[in-house]
């Protein structure tokens, strides 16, 4: 069926190679499933799954990002966070779930159906909509790298079809009051108008003393802990775009990295014949070599900060498996071979003393600026009981309050565009609106840990929502509470499944 759709080739390629080159390096040669074994991935359904089968189904999530199924694929991969691993093995077992219940429901998309998804998939949009060039670039070109076939497209987005089925038939048991609506509307749009009274650990810490004491106590009770940094030297060798190649972009950028994946492929092949030498075979390859200094994870070597991976993967090294595999950078591939090691060591108490001092001083310090914290909360809750003024009773305190930009919990795109501090809102804002979020005017937050430091919020006043385009604004927020509300259920369920499935993970 599929087959009427196929002619020519062009752009959808540049998106599976970006796709294809850090999935063959990272993810096929040297899979990382915590506590899978090596030949097999898991038990469900009273049936082995291999790791073969495993790395065939983490293609199709390669595929289906591809394909810009971003809804499909971040149910399937829900609560595996940002770990490419994790993610990959939540949508593998999902995928497996999916696929029986459907069949266990009877769930058949017709082909129809199917051609109808398919024709409305993002990658596949041009212009003027369906982009007949942009499926038949992928089906020539970008399935064949990946162990795919057109069959796969079709199957996956029956599983989408079917899951949506699902969705719905879950969905039958979701309502949303309309008291709960109009409560959250009006709490995640009205305009919040805050004070907040800083604390400042450093503020705290002057007079602390630590006594002699007490750095013996803290280091018999912490001795396991106190040890020197692992250090880590290395030699590597670089393959990566010349200064003009690093100007290219679109499909020219994809085939020079692809040329540098296969030269990385072949030198890190070479590295796994008997008896290999690195400085050899980088000679054979006439590849420059370059050597570090002993460093930390914590700092490395200055060559190495063109990326966090490099300085990662160096410390994955042993003298067991002194080469790395070909990691990839933005503009290319790095192989690295350990020339040295130095273990952690136990620190003698003089050594970890600073160390010591230093984390009593903060710990310290941490407890009197909340203790302070909370007594301030405890006066500011009893003068608004006594009818007092926050204000002279702040001032009484001698506390300096800052007033705050106004904010809603929730910022539309509108406003975000307006400036990039709201695009990327501050950890202590979200931390702010969180303590805010159930108050009433006139209500004062507990003490407030924020990074190293603390502060108290005051939530001075409410300001109703004043907007023409209220209803329509009121609508959406419904449709999107109604949308988590489902896709939780969803997620729930199929956590459900998989544990009525006996899923089993093998512990290598």
């Known amino acids: 069926m599929m087959k ?10 540049i ?5 294809a080159i850090p999935f063959i390096f990272y993810f096929v040669q040297r899979p990382d499933y915590g506590a899978i074994g090596r030949d097999q991935f898991a038990r469900i359904y009273d049936r082995n799954v291999s790791m073969l089968e495993a790395q ?3 293609r199709i999530l390669s595929l289906a990002q591809a394909l810009g199924m971003s809804d499909f694929v971040g149910t399937l991969t829900a609560g ?3 770990n490419q691993n994790q993610a990959a093995v939540q949508f593998i077992v999902n995928l497996l779930v999916l696929r029986h219940e459907a069949e266990r429901l009877g769930l058949r998309p017709s082909a129809s159906e199917v051609a109808d998804v398919v024709r409305k998939l993002p990658a596949f949009q041009g212009d003027s909509g369906f982009d007949i060039n942009k499926f038949n670039d992928l089906v020539q070109n970008g399935l064949a790298p990946l162990g795919l076939t057109e069959d796969h497209i079709e199957q996956l987005v029956r599983d989408q079809i079917s899951l949506n089925e699902i969705r719905k038939l879950l969905a039958a048991g979701v309502s949303l009051p309309k008291s709960e609506l109009d409560e959250n509307f009006q709490r995640g749009y009205d305009k919040l108008y805050v004070s907040v009274i800083r604390f400042r650990a450093a503020d705290f810490d002057k007079g602390i003393r630590i006594m002699d004491e007490d750095v013996q106590k803290y280091y018999d009770a912490h001795k396991a802990e106190l040890k020197t940094d692992e250090k880590r030297k290395v030699e590597f060798v670089q393959l990566t775009l010349n200064e003009e190649e690093k100007k290219l972009a679109g499909r020219e950028r994809i085939e020079a990295l692809q040329k540098l994946a296969d030269r990385a492929t072949d030198f890190t092949q070479a590295l796994l014949e008997k008896s290999a030498n690195f400085k050899q075979a980088a000679a054979k390859f006439q590849l420059p070599l370059h050597e570090t200094v002993e ?8 060559q190495l900060k063109v990326d966090p991976k490099l300085g990662a993967a160096a410390f994955k090294l042993s003298t067991q498996e002194p080469h790395s595999d070909a990691v990839q950078v933005a503009d290319g591939f790095y192989v690295l071979n350990l020339t040295g090691e130095t273990e952690a060591r136990p620190l003698t108490l003089e050594e970890a003393k600073p160390k010591i001092v230093d984390a009593l001083k903060k710990t310290r310090a941490r407890e009197l600026m909340s203790t302070k914290g909370a007594e301030l909360v405890q006066q500011l809750r009893e003068a608004k009981k006594s009818g007092q003024s926050l204000d002279s009773a702040i001032e009484k305190a001698g506390a300096k309050p800052e007033k705050l930009p106004e904010f809603s919990l929730i910022e539309e795109e509108s406003e975000k565009s307006e400036g990039n501090e709201q695009k990327k ?6 931390t702010i609106k969180d303590s805010v979020a159930l108050l009433n005017p006139g209500d004062v937050t507990d003490f407030v840990p924020s990074g190293t430091d603390g502060l108290i919020a005051i939530l001075e006043k409410r300001e109703p929502l004043a907007d023409t385009s209220g209803a329509d604004k009121k609508a959406a927020f419904e449709k999107r509470i109604l949308q988590n509300k489902e896709r939780i259920v969803l997620v ?12 089993e993970f093998k512990k290598g």
Do not use: K, N, Y
């Open 492 to 503: 729930e369920w199929l956590r459900d499944r998989q544990q009525a499935a006996g899923l």
């Open 295 to 302: 460093f930390t994870a914590a700092e490395p070597d200055p």
């Open 80 to 82: 595996a966070g940002s």
């Open 425 to 430: 809102q501050s950890p202590e804002l979200l």
């Open 56 to 58: 065939q189904f983490a």
């Open 15 to 19: 998106v599976i190679a970006i796709l």
């Open 4 to 13: 009427l759709l196929r002619r020519h080739r062009d752009w959808l390629m």
